[in-house]
Each structure stands twice: as structure tokens, then as C-alpha cells.
């Protein structure tokens, strides 16, 4: 793996995690997989992750188990762990200087301005391999606006960090067995809030790879097929009308002038609309972005 490739969360959640085997060489054996990752309690870095044991005999349950970043490969198929003492659990710790207690999960954490305005959760996080600096976050505000809009990503030069005191309540990591050491914990009057606070600023970026987005990205080449379809349209109705008079001429000997002129105009008309609509159709919700943009910045239309 490159030391330039960026990892994310949401590619590495629920990965399955190896490490060699000790009696047969090239080949490894699984010890659990991927399940949360945990960040340093003060610094914009991904320290390591949650890995989920498998409960032992099929029977027996065991605790999950910390891995520390700097001690994974990712591979095809999963992540190779560095087999040393201190590539897990309180020896990771203490080799990051940090206190397990007051590691933080990001994800799914409340993302709040500076003002004290929410903008949603984290739903994914890129940071660098091996050092674990986090790159940018993802803003997530549910399925259906990631659906519409898309994502949001905040660069790490916009993000504060983690606070006590603001946004919503956060809930303990649950772990079935007890702690093996206790460790200190915040103040009582804020430990049970939290949240991830960003620059003002940041509600000024714009959203990506939503379906608003695609719809805008292709409304100028569906206008132009709007357009095209709409003078295709037109030199049939013309062309239809054409006929439908001489026809006419050939049946009754008549001559019908105005017949073909009003089923002419008739068949452009409705080609006309026609084809407005399908450029209308495309524009409608391709300016679903920007009215959303004009609405969350106060902006009169």
C-alpha cells in the first residue's frame, strides 16, 4: 500500500483483521474485525480502532480488543496487524500517551459551529495511514439528504476539534467487561455532552455527489436535447402537414389550405410544449441545489 493512499472509516468498518501466523509462514490467521474507530481525546488524529473479537469455542464471549493505526496494513481482503504487545490494548496507549478513557468516537458525533449551530453528524472521516491525521469529515445530515445532496466535506483546517458542554448527550462505548485499570474522566457537569465544532465558515461549503448535484451537472446538455428534440419535432409537424394537404389534394381534389395550416400549427404546438418539458423536467430539479443553497444562506430569490 502507498503511504500517500488516504484511508476513510467507511471503507474499513467491518473489515476483517489478520495477523501472521507464528507456525506457518506466509499465511495468516483472522482475529476479529473492524467495529469502531477511536480518536486522540485532544488531537485531530485517528489513533487506532475497535476490533471485535470472535467469542472463543463458538461459546465463550470475549472483549473487544483496541489495534493502534500505526500497527495495520491494509491489504486486499482485510488488515494485517503488526503482532506485538504493544500494537494493542493499554500498551497502545500508553505508547500514544493518551488514557483510554478519554478517547473519543467521532463518528456519528454531533457537528456544531462555533455560533453554537448544528450541522449534522459525522458520518465518515479520511485521514492520513500510519500517523492517522485526520484529512477532512463528512457531514451527514441521513440518507435522504445524502441521497439529494450529497456529501459535505469539512477540511481538517476548519475543524476545531472535540468540546465538552456542547451539542447532544453522547453515550459511553459499551463494553461487557470491566475496565482493567480506572482511569480520571471530565468534569461530571460535562462529560455527558459533546461534539465535534468547526468554523462558522464551514455552512458556506457546498455539497457534492448528491442527485441534485448529477441533475445540475446534466441540465445544460438536457436543455440543449430539449432544444434539439423541439426543432426535430417542429420540421416533422411541418413535414407531416405537408403530406396530410396533399393527401387531401389527391382524395378530393380539393384544396385545403387552411386544414393543413392549423393541423401544422397544431403538431407544432405540441412539439413545442413537448420538448420545453423535457428540458423543464431536467431543469426543475437540478435547481433544487441552488434553492437549498439560497434558503440555508438567507438569500432572497
Known amino acids: 500500500m502507498s503511504e500517500e493512499a488516504l484511508l476513510s472509516i467507511g471503507e474499513l468498518l467491518n473489515k476483517k483483521v489478520f495477523v501472521a501466523h507464528k507456525k506457518k509462514e506466509d499465511t495468516y490467521r483472522r482475529i476479529g474485525k473492524v467495529r469502531r474507530f477511536v480518536f486522540h481525546p485532544t488531537e485531530k488524529r485517528v489513533i487506532g480502532f475497535i476490533m471485535k473479537r470472535p467469542d472463543m469455542a463458538m461459546m465463550f464471549h470475549r472483549p473487544d480488543q483496541f489495534v493502534a493505526i500505526d500497527r495495520i496494513e491494509v491489504v486486499e481482503g482485510g488488515i494485517i496487524v503488526e503482532d506485538a504487545p504493544d500494537s494493542f490494548d493499554q500498551k497502545a496507549c500508553k505508547r500514544f500517551g493518551v488514557e483510554w478513557a478519554k ?68 453515550a459511553d462505548y459499551e463494553n461487557d467487561e470491566a475496565e482493567a485499570e480506572e482511569t480520571d474522566t471530565p468534569e461530571e457537569e460535562v462529560e455527558n455532552f459533546g461534539a465535534i465544532v468547526v468554523l462558522d465558515s464551514v455552512r458556506d461549503l457546498d455539497s457534492h455527489g448528491g442527485l441534485a448535484e448529477k441533475a445540475g451537472a446534466a441540465s445544460v ?54 420538448g420545453r418539458q423535457i428540458g423543464r423536467a431536467k431543469g426543475m430539479f437540478a435547481g433544487f441545489m441552488d434553492e437549498y443553497r439560497k434558503a440555508r444562506n438567507g438569500e432572497d430569490e
Open 221 to 274: 446538455r438536457a436543455a440543449n436535447k430539449g432544444k434539439e428534440a423541439l426543432n426535430r419535432a417542429k420540421e416533422q409537424g411541418a413535414e407531416m402537414a405537408e403530406k396530410a394537404k396533399e393527401a387531401a389534394r389527391e382524395k378530393t381534389g380539393v384544396t385545403v389550405e387552411n386544414l393543413g395550416e392549423k393541423a401544422g400549427d397544431a403538431l407544432n404546438k405540441g412539439a413545442y410544449a413537448t
Open 103 to 170: 478517547c473519543l468516537l467521532w463518528l456519528g458525533m454531533e457537528i456544531v459551529t462555533e455560533s453554537g449551530e448544528t450541522l449534522g453528524r459525522v458520518g465518515d472521516v479520511t485521514f492520513e495511514p500510519n500517523t492517522g491525521r485526520v484529512v477532512c469529515l463528512r457531514r451527514d445530515e441521513g440518507a435522504t439528504a445524502r441521497w439529494i445532496l450529497g456529501v459535505e466535506e469539512v477540511p481538517a483546517s476548519m475543524i476545531r476539534g472535540f468540546r465538552f458542554g456542547v451539542g447532544s448527550q453522547m
